[in-house]
């Protein structure tokens, strides 16, 4: 098991910057992908970015050259830089672990976009 816990939500104008970040309870394993992914209200989860335990990152078409998914294996940690921010973009992001077959989430931190 794995608790993930994200932080770094909160309210921030159109154009605005802000950084997502994840720990995870445990050292994780060397074959995994972390990633990000937001619900907005009516909507579905939808992916926004993955990055593989090698590096490879992917991203939704709608974020590419906005937002920059990064991890830092030593602190057990994943970040999601996000840059010129849209009201689109509000949502509750999630961090996602999935390893050896099994997801695990966080219970998700709260992005607003909005002047």
């Known amino acids: 098991q794995v608790q993930l816990v994200e932080s770094g939500g909160g309210l921030v104008q159109p154009g605005g910057s802000l950084r997502l970040s994840c720990v995870a309870s445990r050292r994780i394993g060397n074959f995994n992908a972390m990633s990000w992914y937001r619900q907005a209200p009516g909507k579905q989860r939808e992916l926004v970015a993955r990055i593989s335990s090698s590096g490879i990152t992917n991203y939704a078409d709608s974020v590419k050259g906005r937002f920059a998914i990064s991890r830092d294996t030593a602190k057990n940690m994943v970040y999601l830089q996000m840059n010129s921010l849209k009201p689109e973009d509000t949502a509750v992001y999630y961090c996602?672990?999935?390893?050896?077959?099994?997801?695990?989430w966080g219970q998700g931190t709260q992005l607003t976009v909005s002047s």
């Open positions: 996602n672990l999935y390893e050896f077959g099994a997801n695990y």
